[in-house]
Protein backbone atom coordinates (compact mmCIF):
# COMPACT_ATOMS: atom_id res chain seq x y z
CA UNK A 1 0.00 0.00 0.00
CA UNK A 2 1.04 3.63 -0.41
CA UNK A 3 1.62 5.63 2.89
CA UNK A 4 3.48 8.16 4.19
CA UNK A 5 6.31 7.63 6.27
CA UNK A 6 9.25 8.88 8.89
CA UNK A 7 12.10 7.18 9.83
CA UNK A 8 13.02 9.83 12.09
CA UNK A 9 12.01 12.82 13.74
CA UNK A 10 12.12 16.33 12.57
CA UNK A 11 10.39 18.76 10.14
CA UNK A 12 8.54 17.88 7.16
CA UNK A 13 11.30 16.93 5.29
CA UNK A 14 11.50 13.15 7.07
CA UNK A 15 8.18 12.15 5.49
CA UNK A 16 8.26 10.63 2.30
CA UNK A 17 5.31 9.13 0.30
CA UNK A 18 6.08 5.08 0.27
CA UNK A 19 5.30 1.97 -0.79
CA UNK A 20 5.11 -0.12 2.63
CA UNK A 21 3.79 -3.62 3.36
CA UNK A 22 0.08 -3.94 4.13
CA UNK A 23 -1.00 -4.46 7.80
CA UNK A 24 -2.67 -7.07 9.17
CA UNK A 25 -5.58 -7.45 11.59
CA UNK A 26 -5.16 -9.58 14.23
CA UNK A 27 -7.27 -10.46 17.39
CA UNK A 28 -10.40 -7.58 18.01
CA UNK A 29 -9.30 -5.55 15.19
CA UNK A 30 -9.92 -4.87 11.46
CA UNK A 31 -8.34 -3.59 8.31
CA UNK A 32 -10.08 -0.56 6.90
CA UNK A 33 -9.88 0.59 3.29
CA UNK A 34 -8.60 4.46 4.53
CA UNK A 35 -10.84 7.07 1.99
CA UNK A 36 -10.02 9.94 4.01
CA UNK A 37 -7.51 11.23 7.39
CA UNK A 38 -7.29 14.37 9.31
CA UNK A 39 -4.39 16.02 10.94
CA UNK A 40 -3.88 17.79 14.21
CA UNK A 41 -1.21 19.15 16.64
CA UNK A 42 -0.29 15.87 18.24
CA UNK A 43 0.40 14.54 14.66
CA UNK A 44 2.95 17.54 14.44
CA UNK A 45 4.72 16.82 17.90
CA UNK A 46 5.26 13.22 16.74
CA UNK A 47 6.86 14.05 13.78
CA UNK A 48 9.34 16.54 15.26
CA UNK A 49 9.28 14.19 18.17
CA UNK A 50 9.37 17.24 20.58
CA UNK A 51 8.32 18.22 23.34
CA UNK A 52 11.69 15.84 23.91
CA UNK A 53 10.34 14.15 26.99
CA UNK A 54 7.25 12.67 24.91
CA UNK A 55 10.06 10.64 23.57
CA UNK A 56 10.38 8.11 26.56
CA UNK A 57 7.07 6.71 25.11
CA UNK A 58 6.72 7.29 21.16
CA UNK A 59 10.46 5.98 20.78
CA UNK A 60 13.59 7.57 21.78
CA UNK A 61 15.45 7.80 18.40
CA UNK A 62 12.89 6.76 15.84
CA UNK A 63 9.37 7.32 16.28
CA UNK A 64 7.97 3.61 16.98
CA UNK A 65 4.53 4.16 14.66
CA UNK A 66 6.30 5.26 11.78
CA UNK A 67 3.07 6.65 9.62
CA UNK A 68 1.25 9.72 10.74
CA UNK A 69 -2.22 10.66 11.59
CA UNK A 70 -4.86 9.28 13.91
CA UNK A 71 -8.35 10.01 12.47
CA UNK A 72 -9.68 8.44 9.81
CA UNK A 73 -12.61 7.29 7.94
CA UNK A 74 -12.98 4.49 5.35
CA UNK A 75 -14.89 1.08 4.50
CA UNK A 76 -13.91 -2.19 6.40
CA UNK A 77 -12.21 -5.06 4.38
CA UNK A 78 -11.05 -7.60 6.80
CA UNK A 79 -11.44 -8.64 9.96
CA UNK A 80 -9.49 -10.11 12.72
CA UNK A 81 -10.55 -12.90 14.82
CA UNK A 82 -12.77 -12.29 17.95
CA UNK A 83 -14.70 -9.73 15.96
CA UNK A 84 -18.27 -9.88 15.75
CA UNK A 85 -19.97 -6.01 15.35
CA UNK A 86 -18.04 -4.93 12.15
CA UNK A 87 -18.33 -6.73 8.38
CA UNK A 88 -16.92 -6.58 5.76
CA UNK A 89 -18.10 -3.52 3.63
CA UNK A 90 -19.11 -1.53 6.90
CA UNK A 91 -18.26 2.21 6.54
CA UNK A 92 -16.51 3.43 9.78
CA UNK A 93 -14.59 6.44 11.27
CA UNK A 94 -12.11 6.49 14.50
CA UNK A 95 -8.68 6.58 15.54
CA UNK A 96 -6.38 4.51 14.25
CA UNK A 97 -2.87 4.03 16.35
CA UNK A 98 -1.09 2.45 13.61
CA UNK A 99 -1.33 5.71 11.02
CA UNK A 100 -3.64 6.84 8.98
CA UNK A 101 -2.07 8.43 6.50
CA UNK A 102 -2.47 5.71 4.26
CA UNK A 103 -4.31 3.46 1.96
CA UNK A 104 -5.16 0.97 4.85
CA UNK A 105 -4.71 0.77 8.68
CA UNK A 106 -5.31 -1.59 11.33
CA UNK A 107 -8.14 -0.45 14.17
CA UNK A 108 -9.32 -2.46 17.30
CA UNK A 109 -12.80 -2.20 16.81
CA UNK A 110 -13.14 -0.23 20.10
CA UNK A 111 -11.76 2.84 18.68
CA UNK A 112 -13.97 3.33 15.67
CA UNK A 113 -17.80 3.07 15.14
CA UNK A 114 -20.17 3.48 11.78
CA UNK A 115 -20.06 6.38 10.03
CA UNK A 116 -22.28 9.08 10.63
CA UNK A 117 -24.67 8.36 7.68
CA UNK A 118 -24.91 11.99 6.93
CA UNK A 119 -20.86 12.86 6.21
CA UNK A 120 -19.25 12.03 3.53
CA UNK A 121 -16.06 9.87 4.24
CA UNK A 122 -13.90 13.47 4.33
CA UNK A 123 -16.41 14.82 6.92
CA UNK A 124 -16.32 11.93 9.04
CA UNK A 125 -12.38 12.09 9.28
CA UNK A 126 -12.31 15.29 10.54
CA UNK A 127 -14.64 14.36 13.73
CA UNK A 128 -12.35 11.83 15.76
CA UNK A 129 -9.64 13.12 17.91
CA UNK A 130 -10.72 17.05 17.75
CA UNK A 131 -14.55 16.05 18.15
CA UNK A 132 -13.70 13.91 21.24
CA UNK A 133 -11.64 15.99 23.07
CA UNK A 134 -14.32 18.60 22.68
CA UNK A 135 -16.95 16.31 24.35
CA UNK A 136 -15.00 15.43 27.07
CA UNK A 137 -13.42 18.94 27.87
CA UNK A 138 -17.00 20.56 28.14
CA UNK A 139 -19.32 17.35 28.94
CA UNK A 140 -16.91 15.41 31.41
CA UNK A 141 -14.56 17.60 32.62
CA UNK A 142 -16.52 20.42 32.55
CA UNK A 143 -19.82 19.22 33.86
CA UNK A 144 -21.23 21.70 31.42
CA UNK A 145 -25.01 22.33 32.24
CA UNK A 146 -28.21 24.34 30.70
CA UNK A 147 -27.59 28.17 31.21
CA UNK A 148 -23.43 27.92 32.23
CA UNK A 149 -21.05 30.84 30.94
CA UNK A 150 -18.55 28.92 28.88
CA UNK A 151 -15.62 30.74 27.33
CA UNK A 152 -13.49 28.96 24.56
CA UNK A 153 -10.08 30.39 24.44
CA UNK A 154 -8.93 29.19 20.50
CA UNK A 155 -12.66 28.75 19.44
CA UNK A 156 -12.49 28.00 16.05
CA UNK A 157 -9.60 25.86 15.82
CA UNK A 158 -10.19 22.10 15.42
CA UNK A 159 -10.91 21.52 18.94
CA UNK A 160 -12.64 24.93 19.34
CA UNK A 161 -15.51 24.42 16.19
CA UNK A 162 -16.92 21.46 17.71
CA UNK A 163 -16.47 22.81 21.36
CA UNK A 164 -18.82 25.31 20.75
CA UNK A 165 -21.51 23.50 19.13
CA UNK A 166 -21.20 20.94 22.28
CA UNK A 167 -21.68 23.92 24.70
CA UNK A 168 -24.80 24.91 22.83
CA UNK A 169 -25.76 21.76 22.80
CA UNK A 170 -26.09 21.87 26.54
CA UNK A 171 -27.39 24.74 26.34
CA UNK A 172 -24.53 27.15 28.04
CA UNK A 173 -24.37 30.39 26.89
CA UNK A 174 -21.06 30.53 24.74
CA UNK A 175 -18.35 32.84 24.72
CA UNK A 176 -15.94 32.00 21.51
CA UNK A 177 -12.52 33.61 21.72
CA UNK A 178 -10.76 33.67 18.40
CA UNK A 179 -9.40 35.98 14.93
CA UNK A 180 -11.20 38.50 13.02
CA UNK A 181 -11.20 36.35 10.31
CA UNK A 182 -13.07 33.94 12.15
CA UNK A 183 -16.05 35.51 13.72
CA UNK A 184 -18.47 35.03 11.27
CA UNK A 185 -17.37 31.27 11.72
CA UNK A 186 -17.95 31.52 15.81
CA UNK A 187 -21.40 33.04 15.21
CA UNK A 188 -22.34 30.32 12.57
CA UNK A 189 -21.63 27.78 14.52
CA UNK A 190 -23.62 29.21 17.66
CA UNK A 191 -21.60 31.28 19.97
CA UNK A 192 -23.20 33.93 21.69
CA UNK A 193 -20.93 36.31 21.94
CA UNK A 194 -17.38 36.47 20.18
CA UNK A 195 -13.99 38.48 21.42
CA UNK A 196 -11.40 38.87 19.13
CA UNK A 197 -8.30 38.56 20.69
CA UNK A 198 -6.49 40.94 18.86
CA UNK A 199 -9.21 43.91 20.21
CA UNK A 200 -9.77 42.49 23.64
CA UNK A 201 -7.78 40.24 26.26
CA UNK A 202 -10.35 38.18 27.79
CA UNK A 203 -8.53 37.48 31.27
CA UNK A 204 -8.37 41.47 31.32
CA UNK A 205 -12.32 41.75 31.09
CA UNK A 206 -14.75 42.40 34.06
CA UNK A 207 -16.69 38.83 33.11
CA UNK A 208 -16.66 36.05 34.69
CA UNK A 209 -17.67 32.10 33.35
CA UNK A 210 -18.43 28.38 34.79
CA UNK A 211 -15.70 27.07 32.40
CA UNK A 212 -13.02 28.49 30.82
CA UNK A 213 -11.65 25.66 27.94
CA UNK A 214 -8.41 27.01 27.06
CA UNK A 215 -6.99 25.61 23.53
CA UNK A 216 -4.50 28.39 23.05
CA UNK A 217 -2.69 28.77 27.07
CA UNK A 218 -1.46 32.28 25.71
CA UNK A 219 -2.30 33.67 29.44
CA UNK A 220 -0.55 32.86 32.40
CA UNK A 221 -2.34 30.52 34.90
CA UNK A 222 -2.89 33.37 37.35
CA UNK A 223 -4.09 35.63 34.73
CA UNK A 224 -6.74 32.72 33.00
CA UNK A 225 -7.97 32.04 36.08
CA UNK A 226 -9.04 35.57 36.74
CA UNK A 227 -11.87 34.91 34.23
CA UNK A 228 -13.13 32.19 35.99
CA UNK A 229 -16.54 32.93 38.28
CA UNK A 230 -16.11 32.03 41.91
CA UNK A 231 -16.81 27.19 41.91
CA UNK A 232 -16.04 27.46 38.26
CA UNK A 233 -12.95 25.86 36.49
CA UNK A 234 -10.68 26.27 34.20
CA UNK A 235 -9.00 23.71 31.72
CA UNK A 236 -5.97 23.40 30.30
CA UNK A 237 -6.48 22.19 26.91
CA UNK A 238 -2.61 23.33 24.72
CA UNK A 239 -0.08 21.04 24.09
CA UNK A 240 1.28 23.83 21.89
CA UNK A 241 4.29 25.30 23.61
CA UNK A 242 7.79 27.00 22.74
CA UNK A 243 9.79 24.66 25.45
CA UNK A 244 11.65 21.74 23.23
CA UNK A 245 12.67 19.63 25.96
CA UNK A 246 9.13 19.62 28.45
CA UNK A 247 6.92 21.84 25.96
CA UNK A 248 3.05 22.42 28.06
CA UNK A 249 3.93 19.92 30.63
CA UNK A 250 5.19 21.95 32.67
CA UNK A 251 2.00 24.24 32.25
CA UNK A 252 -0.38 20.89 33.10
CA UNK A 253 1.66 19.82 36.17
CA UNK A 254 1.36 23.43 37.52
CA UNK A 255 -2.19 23.31 37.09
CA UNK A 256 -2.55 19.89 38.26
CA UNK A 257 -0.86 20.80 41.16
CA UNK A 258 -2.45 23.92 41.81
CA UNK A 259 -5.91 22.61 41.23
CA UNK A 260 -5.15 20.77 44.54
CA UNK A 261 -5.27 24.05 46.66
CA UNK A 262 -6.47 26.90 44.38
CA UNK A 263 -10.55 26.96 43.71
CA UNK A 264 -11.86 27.71 39.74
CA UNK A 265 -8.93 25.45 38.25
CA UNK A 266 -9.32 22.43 36.86
CA UNK A 267 -6.88 19.90 36.01
CA UNK A 268 -5.49 19.36 32.70
CA UNK A 269 -7.48 16.27 30.68
CA UNK A 270 -6.29 13.63 28.05
CA UNK A 271 -9.02 12.24 25.94
CA UNK A 272 -8.42 9.25 23.97
CA UNK A 273 -10.88 8.19 21.15
CA UNK A 274 -13.53 5.78 22.87
CA UNK A 275 -16.60 3.83 20.87
CA UNK A 276 -18.98 5.25 23.38
CA UNK A 277 -17.86 8.95 22.59
CA UNK A 278 -17.89 8.36 18.54
CA UNK A 279 -21.52 7.22 19.36
CA UNK A 280 -22.36 10.29 21.36
CA UNK A 281 -20.88 12.59 18.49
CA UNK A 282 -22.86 10.65 15.71
CA UNK A 283 -26.14 11.35 17.99
CA UNK A 284 -25.40 14.77 17.90
CA UNK A 285 -24.50 15.34 14.39
CA UNK A 286 -27.60 13.21 13.46
CA UNK A 287 -29.54 15.57 15.78
CA UNK A 288 -28.30 18.42 13.49
CA UNK A 289 -26.43 19.55 16.47
CA UNK A 290 -22.86 18.97 15.63
CA UNK A 291 -21.05 19.69 12.26
CA UNK A 292 -17.37 19.30 11.11
CA UNK A 293 -16.05 22.44 9.82
CA UNK A 294 -13.33 21.44 6.69
CA UNK A 295 -10.67 24.17 6.41
CA UNK A 296 -8.25 22.49 3.90
CA UNK A 297 -7.87 19.45 1.97
CA UNK A 298 -4.84 17.89 0.66
CA UNK A 299 -4.28 14.53 -0.96
CA UNK A 300 -2.06 11.85 0.88
CA UNK A 301 0.84 13.12 -1.31
CA UNK A 302 0.81 16.37 -0.13
CA UNK A 303 0.65 15.36 3.28
CA UNK A 304 3.44 17.62 4.37
CA UNK A 305 2.04 21.04 3.27
CA UNK A 306 -1.29 20.01 5.60
CA UNK A 307 1.32 19.58 8.41
CA UNK A 308 2.73 22.87 7.43
CA UNK A 309 -0.98 24.55 7.58
CA UNK A 310 -1.36 22.44 11.74
CA UNK A 311 1.83 24.25 12.05
CA UNK A 312 0.57 28.06 11.18
CA UNK A 313 -1.85 27.32 14.49
CA UNK A 314 -4.48 29.27 12.61
CA UNK A 315 -6.54 26.51 10.75
CA UNK A 316 -10.80 27.24 10.74
CA UNK A 317 -12.06 24.10 11.72
CA UNK A 318 -10.02 20.92 10.45
CA UNK A 319 -7.28 20.09 7.63
CA UNK A 320 -8.03 16.71 5.78
CA UNK A 321 -6.36 14.43 3.75
CA UNK A 322 -8.05 12.58 0.78
CA UNK A 323 -6.96 9.43 0.43
CA UNK A 324 -9.29 7.30 -2.00
CA UNK A 325 -13.14 7.52 -3.43
N1 LIG B 1 -6.63 16.85 25.38
C1 LIG B 1 -6.43 16.16 24.26
O1 LIG B 1 -6.50 14.93 24.20
C2 LIG B 1 -6.19 16.94 23.02
C3 LIG B 1 -6.49 16.39 21.77
C4 LIG B 1 -6.33 17.16 20.65
C5 LIG B 1 -5.84 18.44 20.79
N2 LIG B 1 -5.52 18.94 22.01
C6 LIG B 1 -4.97 20.29 22.18
O2 LIG B 1 -5.93 21.25 21.88
C7 LIG B 1 -5.28 22.43 21.43
C8 LIG B 1 -6.05 23.01 20.28
O3 LIG B 1 -5.92 22.14 19.18
P1 LIG B 1 -6.59 22.54 17.82
O4 LIG B 1 -6.47 21.33 16.96
O5 LIG B 1 -7.93 23.12 18.05
O6 LIG B 1 -5.58 23.68 17.29
P2 LIG B 1 -5.72 24.55 15.98
O7 LIG B 1 -6.62 23.87 15.01
O8 LIG B 1 -4.34 24.90 15.58
O9 LIG B 1 -6.48 25.86 16.44
C9 LIG B 1 -5.89 26.84 17.19
C10 LIG B 1 -6.84 28.02 17.22
O10 LIG B 1 -6.29 28.93 18.14
C11 LIG B 1 -6.61 30.23 17.68
N3 LIG B 1 -5.64 31.19 18.18
C12 LIG B 1 -4.38 31.41 17.75
N4 LIG B 1 -3.83 32.39 18.48
C13 LIG B 1 -4.76 32.76 19.39
C14 LIG B 1 -4.81 33.71 20.43
N5 LIG B 1 -3.76 34.50 20.69
N6 LIG B 1 -5.93 33.81 21.17
C15 LIG B 1 -7.00 33.01 20.94
N7 LIG B 1 -7.03 32.12 19.94
C16 LIG B 1 -5.92 31.99 19.19
C17 LIG B 1 -6.60 30.17 16.17
O11 LIG B 1 -7.59 31.10 15.73
P3 LIG B 1 -7.27 32.23 14.62
O12 LIG B 1 -6.97 31.48 13.35
O13 LIG B 1 -8.52 33.02 14.56
O14 LIG B 1 -6.06 32.97 15.10
C18 LIG B 1 -7.01 28.71 15.89
O15 LIG B 1 -8.35 28.64 15.48
C19 LIG B 1 -3.86 22.03 21.04
O16 LIG B 1 -2.93 22.65 21.86
C20 LIG B 1 -3.85 20.54 21.21
O17 LIG B 1 -2.64 20.10 21.75
C21 LIG B 1 -5.70 18.23 23.12
Given at each position: ????????????????????????????????????????????????????V????????????????????????????????????????????????????????????????????????????????????????????????????????????????????????????????????????????????????????????????????????????????????????????????FGAVG?MM????????????????????????????????????????????????????????????????????????
Amino acid sequence: MKAIVQDTYGGTDVLSLRDVADPTPKNGAVLVAVRAAALHIGDLMLMRGEPFVMRIGTGLRRPKKPIPGFDFAGVVTSVGQDVSRVEPGDEVFGEATGGSCAEYVVVTTEKMAPKPAALTFLEAAAVPVSGVTALRGIRDAGNVKAGDRVLINGATGGVGIYAIQIAKSLQAEVTAVCGPGNIELARELGADHVIDYTQDDYTQGEAQYDLVLDNVANRSLADARKAVAAGGSYISNSARSEGRWFGAVGRMMHAAVSSLFVRKQGRPFYSPVRRQDLLDLTELIEGGKLRPVIDRTYPLAKTTAAMDYIASGHASGKTVIKIAG
